[in-house]
């Protein structure tokens, strides 16, 4: 599956802005998704991720209450909606696909995702 991220983008602190990851491919039910971030010289961390089915969210706890996760299989396609953001979500982001043969699992280790985004950038300034 090849995956596409957008709607990153240079807001205020407190704005929002909404990621959409595009992916290609007929099985883009089948794939756990997740989306995280790299911000300029740290490591990239895990910030949200969702089952196949959309039916089971995880979020990190520096996102969680202000980030929502959600997919449209229909459409191929995840979303990041981001609100009351902060100078530190200041980051590429990037979303990523995990093959899942059983169960509706959210994934949230890095190593076990399969494919890769080329990566959004969201600057929030102060």
């Known amino acids: 599956v090849q995956l596409q991220a957008s709607g990153g983008g240079l807001v205020q602190a407190g704005g929002s802005l909404r990621l959409s990851c595009a992916a290609s491919g007929r099985t883009f039910s089948r794939y756990a998704m997740g989306w995280f971030r790299q911000a300029p010289g740290k490591e990239r961390e895990f910030v949200a991720a969702?089952?196949?089915?959309?039916?089971?969210?995880y979020y990190a706890d520096s996102t969680k209450g202000r980030f929502i996760i959600s997919r449209d299989n229909a459409k191929n396609t995840m979303y990041l909606q981001m609100n009351s953001l902060k100078p530190e979500d200041t980051a590429l982001y990037y979303c990523?696909?995990?093959?899942?043969?059983?169960?509706?699992?959210?994934?949230?280790?890095?190593?076990?995702?399969?494919?890769w985004g080329q990566g959004t950038l969201v600057t929030v300034s102060s």
């Open positions: 990523a696909a995990a093959w899942i043969a059983d169960g509706d699992i959210v994934v949230v280790r890095s190593k076990t995702y399969n494919y």
């Open positions: 969702i089952s196949w089915s959309g039916g089971s969210t």
